[in-house]
């Protein structure tokens, strides 16, 4: 059987807003994926959690936001394993899921040029194609020439996605709805619907039980 190409979109999703949807489906489109695995993180080593919203509800909103594409899916695999949460980890185990499948990872331009940085990143470097994402504001030369310098010192493989700027971040949602303004538009009415009944991102304690995410959302 002819391998599959498997898309890879991590983030923290908090939430995920139609931003990341689009580039999702940028990447299916552009490079012929067979499917999109949306990847809520775990703990990263990376970022401060105080103020990350649990990992279940994250999981729950992404789930919602993905329901309409039959070539999105939603995966587990990093808020249920415990300790810090590792790029190299969860493709390994995706390489074991999907055996003989060529795994695309999606990340930014911005996040293309932070990776020799992160843990076991040449084996990371060695175990996906990766996909840059490069926006309007970007230099296509300079983000080509660091393309070309991960090639060289790590057999990288990175090809360049094109990506129109989408002027939409969580941060700006949280605030937003904080701020009791609007965030219509900015990410899909399931979503928005489910973070108010959960009174996430208000500054109200969110009223949160596992289980009844568990019996409401898991499908």
Same mark, same amino acid.
């Given at each position: 059987m002819a391998s599959r190409k498997i898309g890879l979109l991590g983030g923290t999703f908090n939430p995920i807003h139609n931003a990341h949807l689009i580039l999702g489906e940028a990447a299916r489109e552009q490079f012929g994926l067979d499917r999109i695995i949306f990847m809520p993180s775990g703990?990263?080593?990376?970022?401060?959690h105080d103020n990350v919203t649990p990992g279940e509800l994250r999981y729950q909103m992404v789930k919602l936001a993905i329901d309409s594409n039959p070539y999105f899916t939603c995966s587990r695999l990093e808020i249920d394993r415990?300790?810090?949460?590792?790029?190299?980890?969860?493709?390994?185990?995706?390489?074991? &899921?999907?055996?003989? +499948?060529?795994?695309?990872?999606?990340?930014?331009?911005?996040?293309?040029?932070?990776?020799?940085?992160?843990?076991?990143?040449? +084996?990371?470097?060695?175990?996906?194609?990766?996909?840059?994402?490069?926006?309007?504001? &970007?230099?296509?030369? +300079?983000? +080509?020439?660091?393309?070309r310098y991960l090639h060289d010192k790590y057999g990288a493989d990175i090809r360049i996605l094109q990506f129109n700027n989408?002027?939409?971040?969580?941060?700006?949602?949280?605030?937003?709805?904080?701020?009791g303004r609007s965030v219509r538009y900015m990410l899909p009415e399931d979503v928005i619907e489910f973070a108010t009944l959960k009174n996430l991102y208000t500054g109200i304690p969110t009223a949160y039980s596992d289980d009844d995410d568990m019996k409401i959302y898991n499908g």
């Open positions: 703990c990263s080593y990376m970022k401060e415990e300790g810090n949460t590792y790029t190299i980890d969860t493709l390994n185990e995706l390489k074991k &899921m999907y055996p003989g +499948d060529e795994i695309y990872l999606i990340v930014g331009g911005d996040t293309l040029k932070q990776m020799e940085s992160w843990h076991n990143s040449e +084996d990371v470097f060695k175990n996906c194609i990766i996909l840059a994402a490069i926006r309007d504001n &970007m230099s296509i030369g +300079d983000m +080509d020439s660091y393309r989408i002027d939409i971040s969580s941060s700006d949602i949280r605030a937003r709805i904080k701020n």
